[in-house]
């Protein structure tokens, strides 16, 4: 306990003086701050279900107000008329409900709802209640009762002055990798990890509210977990060809080859080192109009610069990599790529130069720049599992309330 008061303390002393004192009630508290989802603009909104405050859905779950929307959901506050409990009703897409080739997130819930409760990992996953269709105005709609959870970690992050402080961002990470590895485990890829997508138990916004003041403390004193697997794909069946936030995109991707459960620890890598920085590892955008090079060779090259060449073990399981990388002629038969970009840009960093931008004390820097270097090693078959992660030094006494 006292080591955790220390490193508290030392978190609230780094606050005073990153944050503006009008912008902050005081050095252990942090305003959060919320926007409004609006549905998004250029999809079908009559593939959305209409839901009225305090319609009835399965005879069962009253539909209280909206928490928020996605590219293929609606997700409603709701009270369990049987139980009085309140839960998150979220409401799928109609396009997706006899969708055999996209994505079975009813499915993939049910998956991780029947792995072993014995896993710790199984508590850091967002967990699922009931499920049933509802028919409406444009068709049947998948519906999952899920966990009703509170803020998310980007609402936190994006509250924060600059960079997250160290502590934090270990605490998150290390709850995260426990629900990925709990879901690996299930045969269960992601694949869509980012800030959105982490909720906190136990602090939430009220109705209408749109910030708060939260105990910097109540931040420890949560379990961050892992949500919406609308994106998801089964070790066994993989339906998306193009998979992940743009930025965390991992280089398996990007290349063509073939991508597992370790395209989810670097998308989780990108988007810790986001968070411990303060910026995006990544801007595959950057100046893309004076290089002339599209946002795959722009993202391409920063990995280059920042961890350097592919292996060309790597590269030649790329069906793209040809596009991007020289070809070695000795090798042309078996189409071997040598690993040097056709456009190689104009960086020249590394990652102890970016996280030492966070604006951390220097003794903090050495494990979690080593930890981020096993989560965002270039070839797959080298970069650490969720499992591996958790037993790295910078797991090790993570600070709890």
Not at 24 to 40: F, H, K, V
Not at 142 to 162: H, K, M, N, Q, T
Not at 199 to 224: C, H, P, R, S
Not at 282 to 307: I, S
Request: hydrophobic content about 40%; overall charge negative.
């Amino acid at each position: 306990m006292p080591a955790m008061y220390r490193a508290l303390s030392s978190m609230r002393n780094t606050l005073s003086r990153r944050v503006d004192r009008s912008a902050r009630r005081s050095a252990s508290t942090i305003r959060i701050t919320r926007a409004a989802a609006p549905l998004p603009r250029d999809l079908d909104q009559t593939q959305y279900c209409p839901v009225h405050k305090g319609e009835l859905f399965s005879d069962r779950y009253e539909a209280l107000r909206s928490l928020g929307c996605g590219a293929y959901s609606t997700v409603w506050l709701a009270r369990d008329i049987r139980t009085q409990q309140e839960c998150a009703l979220k409401i799928l897409v109609s396009s997706l409900t006899d969708n055999k080739r996209g994505p079975d997130e009813m499915g993939v819930m049910r998956t991780l709802q029947e792995g072993s409760s014995q896993s710790p990992g199984k508590e850091h996953t967002c967990q699922l209640f009931d499920t049933f269709v509802h028919h409406g105005p444009y068709g049947r709609h998948i519906c999952l009762v899920l966990e009703l959870l509170g803020l998310s970690a980007f609402d936190v992050y994006r509250s924060f002055p600059a960079s997250l402080p160290l502590i934090l961002v270990q605490r998150i990470a290390k709850d995260v990798l426990l629900g990925l590895q709990f879901a690996h485990e299930c045969g269960i890829i992601h694949t869509d990890i980012k800030g959105d997508n982490i909720m906190m138990t136990g602090i939430g916004f009220e109705e209408g509210q749109t910030a708060k003041d939260i105990e910097i403390l109540d931040l420890f004193n949560t379990v961050y977990k892992l949500t919406d697997f609308g994106a998801a794909n089964t070790a066994s069946r993989q339906w998306a060809g193009l998979i992940q936030p743009v930025a965390l995109r991992s280089p398996e991707v990007l290349i063509g080859a073939p991508w597992d459960t370790k395209a989810d620890i670097w998308n989780f890598g990108c988007l810790m080192y986001e968070f411990a920085r303060g910026a995006v590892l990544f801007d595959p955008a950057w100046n893309n109009e004076e290089t002339g090079m599209d946002f795959v060779e722009t993202h391409l090259a920063q990995m280059v610069a920042v961890f350097g060449p592919f292996p060309q073990s790597f590269l030649v399981k790329g069906r793209k990599a040809r596009d991007y990388f020289d070809e070695t002629v000795n090798d042309i038969l078996t189409q071997r790529c040598a690993g040097h970009l056709r456009k190689p840009g104009d960086y020249n960093i590394t990652l102890e130069d970016l996280l030492a931008r966070g604006g951390h004390p220097p003794e903090e820097l050495p494990d979690a720049i080593d930890f981020f270097r096993r989560a965002l090693t270039i070839d797959p078959a080298a970069r650490w599992s969720a499992a591996q992660l958790l037993t790295h030094p910078w797991m090790q006494n993570v600070i709890t309330a």
